[in-house]
């Protein structure tokens, strides 16, 4: 393997566009647990971020919050007004592998790896999160509901880092976070879903559930024009409409849809006058 050992942002960017097939490596968390598997990947060309210091804080403006590319989760778990204005991402964060995988793993990373289980990645969604990527051509902003075109593909260029992710802040009169999984800690989600409401109107969030963990834009509309809703299974036509749960080792798509349904049901139905 060839190792790229950048000081500085425009020294990875020049790097990342001299070499396009390279990969860019924070926490190596997502990475490295494919490396005793697959061989080949003994054999690419990784650009080591951690030495970027300035990609590593995070920081509050009077309306947003500001992640950068090698914020860790263990970094917002700790801030204490993340965990008064945005629980979900603390919520989130605490679901993703052990303490050691927490103060290394970083946001950006769990959207660069496009795994369609992540569990980060739900929250910032649901919270309306922008991605920042930049490149030696200039630095663009997408929408991370509007990130992914398929599974493992992303509006990410290979010469383009996440250098920060930014999250308005909003007064929330509603954040869930749900992960259903084979045990309370360390397991791979089999159905998690993301809600918030503000002024800004609905957010439902669906992992595990669709090549990428996607908004659920007809439960959103289901919701904002408060149809009834007197049982889980009112909410399946909505739910086939926005994802493609499929069989798998972990669960089988009739098992996904089903528990979908009931999450979003009983966490619902205290929340919601149509729901009865």
């Known amino acids: 393997m060839r190792i790229l050992l950048p000081g500085t942002l425009e020294e990875a960017l020049q790097m990342l566009a001299a070499t396009p097939d390279a990969t860019p490596m924070a926490g190596g968390t997502d990475l490295l647990v494919h490396w005793p598997q697959h061989p080949e990947l003994h054999e690419r060309s990784y650009v080591d971020l951690s030495g970027l210091e300035d990609l590593r804080p995070h920081r509050w403006t009077d309306h947003e919050l500001v992640l950068g590319g090698l914020t860790s989760y263990w970094d917002v778990i700790t801030d204490r007004r993340a965990r008064v204005e945005l629980p979900l991402l603390i919520e989130a964060g605490r679901q993703v592998g052990a303490v050691q995988i927490q103060t290394r793993g970083t946001w950006a990373g769990n959207i ?155 966490d619902l139905l205290d929340v919601c006058p149509s729901f009865s």
């Not at 969030?205 to 669709?210: D, G, L, Q, W």
């Not at 834009?217 to 399946?236: A, C, I, K, T």
Request: charge should be neutral; aromatic fraction near 8%; glycine fraction near 6%.
């Open 112 to 266: 660069a790896n496009g795994s369609p289980a992540a569990d980060g990645v739900p929250v910032l969604m649901a919270y309306d999160a922008l991605v920042v990527l930049q490149s030696t051509r200039g630095r663009s902003e997408v929408p991370l509901a509007e990130f992914y075109v398929g599974y493992k593909e992303m509006r990410r260029k290979p010469d383009e880092l996440i250098t920060q992710i930014r999250l308005p802040r909003r007064e929330y009169d509603l954040q869930i976070f749900e992960k259903v999984g084979s045990r309370q800690a360390q397991a791979i989600t089999k159905v998690g879903i993301a809600i918030t409401h503000s002024a800004a109107g609905w957010r439902v969030v669906s992992n595990s559930m669709a090549p990428f963990v996607c908004r659920c834009h007809s439960m959103e509309r289901l919701l904002q024009d408060g149809r009834p809703v007197s049982s889980p299974d009112d909410l399946l036509p909505a739910i086939r409409e926005d994802v493609s749960p499929i069989d798998d080792i972990r669960s089988t798509a009739e098992y996904r849809e089903r528990v979908m349904a009931r999450v979003l049901y009983y």
